[in-house]
């Protein structure tokens, strides 16, 4: 099972492509001030800050369960743990995951969504199902004093997400600093 909002997904897919058509039609309608090096440089570093944003929120958010383990990406931070140490919590329409060793999460892409209400419902049930059955299965496997597994790779992990969609963070980086230099410098 594999759940990705389809609607935010597509909706993130298109912000992120129109960041660099809105750059290119700024600079090239001449729309801003006379300082055309500092309009080029502060436009691409909020497009790519957008992009980011865009990517983050709305591409990189699943939930996957297969081969007896769940693993959420959530915009920052990703959580992977058997099914076995996963308990799933839903209050008054909030869905969470209670992962033994990490705590509660709330997988942001099985918030509710008015988009995509059916697909996260099914996804929802889906994994409550897939926590369900493998909790029956270790009871049932188990063996009475059976201090479990030894495996040195189970439990629940918590990692910060990075990869390639962050060295769109550069150009804002970048920009900020060369803003701070200029002042500093009285530029």
Not at 41 to 52: H, N, R, T
Not at 164 to 179: E, S, Y
Request: hydrophobic residues 45%; contains cysteine.
């Amino acid at each position: 099972m594999r759940y990705r909002n389809r609607t935010v997904f597509a909706a993130a897919v298109v912000g992120i492509v129109a960041q660099p058509c809105a750059v290119l039609y700024v600079l090239l309608t001449g729309t801003g001030s006379d300082d055309r090096l500092v309009d080029a440089a502060a436009l691409l570093s909020l497009a790519s800050l957008v992009a980011w944003l865009f990517a983050r929120i709305g591409v990189q958010p699943s939930v996957s369960c297969g081969d007896g383990v769940v693993t959420v990406h959530n915009p920052l931070l990703s959580y992977r743990a058997p099914l076995t140490d996963v308990q799933f919590v839903a209050r008054n329409g909030a869905v969470g995951l209670r992962m033994e060793g990490v705590g509660t999460l709330r997988p942001w892409v099985l918030s509710k969504s008015v988009f995509d209400g059916g697909r996260a419902r099914s996804a929802r049930g889906e994994l409550r199902d897939a926590i369900s059955r493998a909790h029956e299965a270790r009871a049932r496997d188990a063996t009475p004093g059976d201090p479990g597994t030894g495996d040195p790779d189970s439990g629940a992990r918590r990692w910060v997400r990075w990869g390639a969609t962050d060295l769109l963070l550069l150009p804002p980086l970048a920009f900020a600093v060369w803003n701070v230099v200029d002042v500093l410098t009285g530029g």
